[in-house]
């Protein structure tokens, strides 16, 4: 475990967390889980050298906003935790943050059908809408084994270079956002791409590919919705983790200083959530 101190948690950290957290949630939802492995990152706005990643050892079900780990981009532990992180999370995760400063987050996955498309050597073909999203827009990064040595950092940035989705061959999907909403959304779309690819493919019977100028018209055409369409995409997916959800709305409603003032007296169960919040939003809370 690296070097660990006290940090104050800032709103935006906390934002960051919940969103963080509930996109976790989400994968092991949607059964994009692999035992304990694989990582989602996210930047912490205004601590742009820090980011958080999942403590080694949960499931994505367990991961909460106060349980993600803080690191720095040498992998030092800032936040109390009592687990560790995974090392392969920090090589992949660590080079591309301090590479990318556009990049505020990261999805690194090894669905089934992201390990499969990834063995494959034409990669991802543009056979559907959601493939045709990615048209041209794919980085490939050669399979080297397990992601723990530091020196496949240099050929992992250079292989995405200004790209926002990698395959990772022979492993798994990799895509990137400004935030964590753009990151999952994009995930969404490229695993579902796969997905249709595995199950037209295993017909066994011809298939039909779009033009170069119609696949590039899909970009162009999704490019303009942009990271506007992944926000909208991204509270209704939120609505899918009831709990969190509810815990996060309310977080983004209540301001610490306005606690103490609510006109409204609350019933027992809203008195437990304000509770809760009220220690989560606390500034001076330890981490
Ligand atoms: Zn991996």
Redesign the pocket.
């Known amino acids: 475990m690296g070097q660990v101190s006290k940090s104050y948690i800032t709103e935006e950290e906390w934002q960051t967390r919940c969103d963080l957290a509930t996109a976790y949630n989400l994968a092991s939802l949607f059964q994009w889980t692999d035992l304990i492995?694989?990582h989602i990152s996210a930047r912490i706005p205004g601590q742009e050298n820090r980011f958080l990643i999942n403590p080694f050892g949960l499931h994505f079900h367990e991961v909460t906003p106060e349980n993600l780990v803080k690191i720095n981009l040498e992998g030092e532990i800032l936040s109390k935790s009592d687990y560790g992180i995974n090392p392969?999370g920090l090589v992949?995760h660590s080079a591309i943050h301090s590479a990318r400063p556009d990049v505020g987050a990261i999805v690194?996955l090894?669905t089934i059908n992201g390990m499969a498309v990834s063995a494959l050597q034409d990669g991802l073909l543009p056979i559907s809408q959601a493939a045709c999203h990615f048209y041209g827009k794919i980085a490939y990064h050669d399979y080297e084994g397990i992601?723990v040595h530091k020196d496949e950092k240099q050929r992992l940035i250079k292989d995405l270079g200004s790209k926002n989705v990698m395959i990772?061959r022979n492993?798994?999907f990799l895509t990137a956002g400004s935030n964590v909403a753009e990151a999952f959304t994009k995930m969404y779309t490229l695993e579902k791409a796969a997905q249709v690819q595995i199950t037209s493919l295993s017909m066994g019977l011809p298939i039909v590919i779009p033009s170069e100028a119609i696949c590039e018209k899909v970009v162009e055409d999704t490019g303009k919705r942009g990271i506007k369409n992944a926000e909208i995409e991204w509270q209704a997916l939120k609505r899918l983790i009831p709990s969190k959800q509810e815990s996060i709305s309310l977080q983004a409603k209540l301001k610490p200083a306005s606690l103490t003032h609510l006109t409204k007296k609350p019933s027992l169960m809203q008195s437990q959530k304000v509770d809760q919040n009220q220690r989560r939003t606390a500034n001076d809370r330890p981490l």
């Open positions: 492995y694989t392969a992949i690194h090894h992601a990772l492993h798994g």
